[in-house]
């Protein structure tokens, strides 16, 4: 090894090994670890301040050396992400020396500030007025929430992220922007909220505001910000509604919920108008999963999907998706040439941990090209989360519920230009 190399090296472990106080790894820990494990959100308890990491200590040298925290489910050998949640090396060497200097607190850190500075504030946030009461009745339940907004103008949307109170009683939620310019219809007017499990409730009500959908996108345990950088992005009326479908997971006792979504703004029309697209359960080419998404039981299955693109498109994100039952998912694209893309790899899947997967650069596909699916479901009492006991048939249903099961991707993307390949999306 050349000698300058090993006094790189020597110089980088001996940088790394010399941060031994609170405020020389905070930063690291507030955005990798604070941003899920706060108040409502996925971490079941805070990692906020000095003392929440100071009383875990041992816990947090654990799970980070095994790789098990910060959670990252996609086969990083199979391809890198921009949004990649993990430790770099030299993160996790300057974390790992803190705790083994048995975390001192040194100088005080203004955790609120250091979050700031990695947070962005929203320019817009929708969110329904009232709690909903989630009964503990251990009943799944879809709930349709309406919030009307008005805007002087149209604005350009740079991202999205769902905001609640309470993110463990949820099981996915879709929401779909909707313009309504019609002044004669007053988007205050008649119910904001539409419980399915109520014999009573006029499923119908939202129709009037539904006319015209702008975006629609939805979020899942473990997903981060969508985020469309440079030209991409898509317009928010200054006139609608966004309606929320939640999807509650069932509980044993009471919850509230308080659902909305941040909305961040950026100057300048639209020139990269992004669209998604669902491929799979519940979207195109449902019928056309082989063999038909039905998993016996007591059986370890896969199951594939092929799908032609209809046009040339630059991705941006994949988002794939599977409930309980599932045990891995890949996806690729071979081109009319023969050459094949990689898109993502999930070897373990974890319902818990999913994610909008944000490439480093758009992916560009050419027209012509077949996406390929390959998902893999153990319905075996092996499966710790397997939801029956004794396991039974379970079909994709198309209700979404989660002791059914599903096979999706989906995709956001935009038309291609030449050059995206080049673009950093980071």
């Not at 994949?318 to 690729?332: D, N, Q, R």
Request: aromatic residues 12%; contains cysteine; glycine residues 6%.
């Amino acid at each position: 090894m050349p000698k300058r190399l090993l006094i790189l090296l020597f110089l980088f472990s001996f940088s790394a090994s010399q941060a031994q106080t609170f405020s020389d790894v905070a930063p690291i820990l507030v955005r990798k670890c604070g941003s899920c494990h706060r108040p409502g959100d996925a971490g079941p308890f805070p990692l906020l301040k000095y003392e929440d990491y100071a009383k875990r200590l041992s816990f947090i040298e654990e799970v980070i050396t095994s790789g098990y925290m910060p959670p990252w489910r996609a086969d990083t050998a199979y391809r890198h992400f921009a949004n990649e949640r993990g430790l770099t090396t030299e993160e996790r060497t300057k974390i790992l020396a803190w705790i083994k200097a048995k975390g001192p607190k040194g100088k005080p850190v203004d955790v609120e500030a250091t979050a700031a500075a990695t947070n962005r504030k929203p320019d817009l946030v929708l969110q329904t007025k009232t709690k909903f009461l989630v009964k503990g009745d251990n009943l799944e339940r879809f709930v349709e929430f309406k919030v009307p907004f008005e805007l002087p103008a149209d604005k350009t949307v740079e991202a999205v992220e769902l905001v609640t109170n309470n993110r463990k009683i949820i099981h996915h939620i879709n929401y779909g922007f909707y313009r309504v310019a019609d002044k004669a219809i007053d988007i205050n007017a008649g119910v904001s909220t539409i419980n399915t499990m109520d014999r009573e409730a006029n499923v119908l009500a939202f129709q009037p505001f539904k006319k015209e959908m702008v975006y629609y996108t939805g979020w899942i345990p473990g997903s981060s910000t969508e985020y469309y950088p440079g030209d991409f992005g898509w317009a928010l009326p200054a006139r609608g509604v966004v309606i929320f479908t939640a999807h509650y997971a069932a509980i044993a006792a009471d919850e509230e919920s308080v659902v909305g979504v941040n909305v961040y703004f950026k100057d300048g029309p639209v020139k990269r108008p992004v669209r998604i697209i669902s491929v799979g359960s519940g979207g195109v080419g449902e019928r056309d999963i082989t063999p038909a998404l039905v998993i016996r039981p007591n059986t370890v299955s896969s199951y594939e999907l092929k799908m032609r693109t209809p046009e040339e498109q630059s991705l941006l994100y994949v988002w794939p998706h599977m409930h309980l039952l599932g045990k891995s998912f890949e996806a690729f694209v071979v081109t009319p040439a023969k050459d094949t893309i990689r898109l993502v790899h999930i070897p373990e899947w974890d319902f818990r941990w999913q994610e909008l997967y944000r490439f480093k650069k758009p992916v560009k596909i050419p027209q012509g090209s077949i996406i390929h699916m390959k998902g893999t479901y153990d319905n075996t009492a092996a499966n710790p989360v397997n939801p029956n006991k004794p396991p039974k048939y379970v079909f994709s249903s198309g209700n979404m519920k989660s002791d059914d099961e599903m096979f999706t991707l989906l995709l956001i993307y935009a038309q291609y230009q030449p050059g995206d390949e080049q673009m950093v999306l980071e």
